[in-house]
């Protein structure tokens, strides 16, 4: 009853090959179960090189750019973060060196933005500004008197929180040298 042997049968049926995995002909490529080509066969890959190298090339410019937009997003931080501590030192300087106003004194005039404006002080403050001891300086729209020292520190950080003061009575017209013009009202 045996026609031959199990081998014979599934080679008769078209199952089998001659000569099983060895020896024989050349393997047909393999499959995964969903039908794309299995990913450890060596001639799978069907991008010519040239293309492969275009595609590389792209991703690392693209990366290059990434980190140069990084690199300038960075620098902007810190440069923002160095002007935020100027101006806390400058603020700091400004409320903690400040003389205190006279809350009924003779105003002095100076000039801020074009605008004509006064503070009231006292003598001795009044002598300081006229002779440079001290100056004006401006936090948050609001004016101080602080020393020269303490202008100076100002100017090194940031020269925009100080006023510019009148440069004294310089008399330019020999005709009027003989009278004497009042600190407060030189611009």
């Known amino acids: 009853m045996s026609k031959g042997s199990l081998q014979d049968q599934l080679l008769q049926s078209g199952l089998?090959?001659?000569?099983?995995k060895k020896g024989?002909?050349?393997q047909p490529k393999q499959k995964s179960a969903w039908g794309r080509v299995n990913r450890h066969d060596k001639e799978a890959n069907?991008?010519?090189p040239k293309e492969i190298e275009a595609a590389k090339k792209a991703a690392a410019e693209k990366l290059e750019r990434e980190r140069q937009?990084?690199?300038e997003a960075g620098a902007r931080q810190r440069e923002d973060e160095q002007r935020r501590a100027q101006r806390a030192e400058i603020r700091q300087l400004?409320?903690?060196h400040?003389?205190?106003l006279a809350s009924h004194g003779e105003p002095f005039y100076f000039v801020d933005q074009g605008r004509i404006l006064s503070l009231p002080v006292n003598a001795r403050l009044r002598r300081g500004l006229a002779t440079r001891k001290l100056r004006l300086a401006t936090w948050d729209k609001r004016y101080y008197i602080?020393?020269?020292a303490t202008a100076d520190k100002i100017a090194q950080r940031d020269p925009a929180y100080l006023l510019a003061l009148p440069s004294g009575g310089e008399?330019?017209?020999p005709a009027y040298a003989g009278f004497e013009v009042p600190d407060d009202l030189v611009w």
């Open 46 to 48: 069907t991008k010519p």
């Open 69 to 71: 937009q990084a690199r």
């Open 94 to 96: 400004i409320l903690d």
């Open 16 to 20: 089998a090959q001659k000569g099983g």
């Open 24 to 26: 024989g002909g050349k």
């Open 98 to 100: 400040a003389e205190k």
């Open 171 to 173: 008399i330019r017209d």
């Open 146 to 148: 602080v020393s020269a």
